[in-house]
């Protein structure tokens, strides 16, 4: 069964804000879409499978057939299924970067720029102070309560910012293909791709999104 509300959010970014000392802390993304509808981006930072480390790579000069589509979507949530399949994500099959080039890191490192706290933050300050256009996919979430983290109501949200397949356990009801998340950020005519992964996630999957074997990012193209 895939994620549930795949699609992607255009907007700009009105703050950000790592987290870094809960039991599973995000990096939080305070974002407008459409005029006055705001949106919570909850970024995983922190895998709960047996490595703690989340694979991450920021692509600049990113290049994308969706670079001619994208821009053409109204600011605000766009739903991705059978009828706009082209606007789909899936970091295995379509081809985007090379899975190798993912590093792992930790949440919290004493230090600057050196965790990923700290490198997801240095990419949405950018992104907010050249107020560049984002677009994050994910899935959709909504509540009529107060948003816990930056105060609006209702709460609009996004989460599930990282591959959606090749999931053993308790997410192995989330496995999909095409329907991967990842932020890219828009200058003008420069693209960057943010690309995130758990470290237990195989990168052999089959026609439902779920593990044929066990392979790991370095270890796909050995396989294939």
């Known amino acids: 069964m895939p994620v549930k509300n795949y699609g992607v959010l255009k907007g700009s970014v009105i703050a950000g804000k790592p987290e870094r000392n809960k039991h599973t802390p995000h990096y939080q993304i305070h974002m407008e879409g459409e005029d006055n509808i705001y949106y919570r981006v909850a970024i995983n930072v922190l895998s709960s499978c047996e490595e703690s480390k989340v694979l991450y790579l920021a692509a600049e000069e990113f290049n994308s057939?969706?670079?001619?589509?994208?821009?053409?979507?109204?600011?605000?949530?766009?739903?991705?299924?059978s009828t706009n399949k082209e606007l789909a994500i899936d970091y295995i099959r379509s081809k985007l970067f090379d899975s190798?080039?993912?590093?792992?890191?930790?949440?919290?490192?004493?230090?600057?720029?050196?965790?990923?706290n700290d490198l997801i933050d240095n990419h949405i300050k950018k992104a907010q102070?050249?107020?560049?256009?984002?677009?994050?996919?994910?899935?959709?979430?909504?509540?009529?309560?107060?948003?816990?983290?930056?105060?609006?109501q209702p709460t609009n949200g996004i989460h599930n910012i990282h591959m959606n397949q090749g999931n053993l356990g308790k997410f192995y009801n989330d496995n999909g293909t095409f329907q991967d998340g990842c932020i890219l950020i828009q200058y003008e005519t420069i693209w960057v791709g943010i690309f995130l992964a758990f470290f237990c996630q195989s990168w052999c999957t089959d026609e439902d999104g779920n593990p044929i074997i066990m392979c790991r990012h370095n270890e796909v193209n050995l396989i294939l």
Request: net charge positive.
């Open 65 to 81: 057939s969706l670079f001619s589509l994208l821009p053409t979507l109204s600011n605000g949530f766009t739903r991705v299924d």
């Open 129 to 152: 102070a050249e107020k560049a256009t984002v677009y994050i996919y994910g899935s959709k979430f909504i509540s009529k309560s107060k948003d816990y983290v930056f105060g609006f």
């Open 100 to 116: 190798a080039k993912m590093k792992p890191l930790m949440h919290h490192i004493e230090g600057p720029n050196n965790d990923l």
